[in-house]
């Protein structure tokens, strides 16, 4: 429950109840706090025996952890009756990644356009040439940041 805390954070824990509290007070406070989280325990122990009688025996290996999205889905993938694992397997995440990067870079269209064109450029950009010089008609580009 509390597997996140630290030996800092206890004794910090430690030190503030003693001085909330005082050291006369703090056994009959500890004693109070461990009683109601018994009594809490007890009551959702019950609680759950009464779900699980009402419910029937259809449901007689419900558990409460599986309402829990997590656990439903992973105690789902490793069930496979659906067929699951083929469909998560057969996505090869890295390639279908590549090639969205290179669709987005036009790598795709330089290496085809390269290949028809006998590899002449080998996809690189000719740095001799000038810029088209836009139309007229063209404005350039409008940056918002610059003004």
Known sequence: MFNDIGPLEVVTLVVLAVLVFGP???PKVIQDITRTIRKIREFSESAKQDI???LGPEFKDFEFEDLNPKTFIRK????????LKEIRNGFDLKK??????????GREAESSSSADSSGASGGRVDMTKKAEEPGKDDRPPFDADAT
């Open 24 to 26: 006369d007070k703090l």
């Open 96 to 105: 279908e990644m590549a090639e969205v990067t290179d669709a987005v870079h």
């Open 76 to 83: 789902q993938l490793d069930n496979d009756e659906l067929g």
């Open 52 to 54: 699980r009688s009402e």
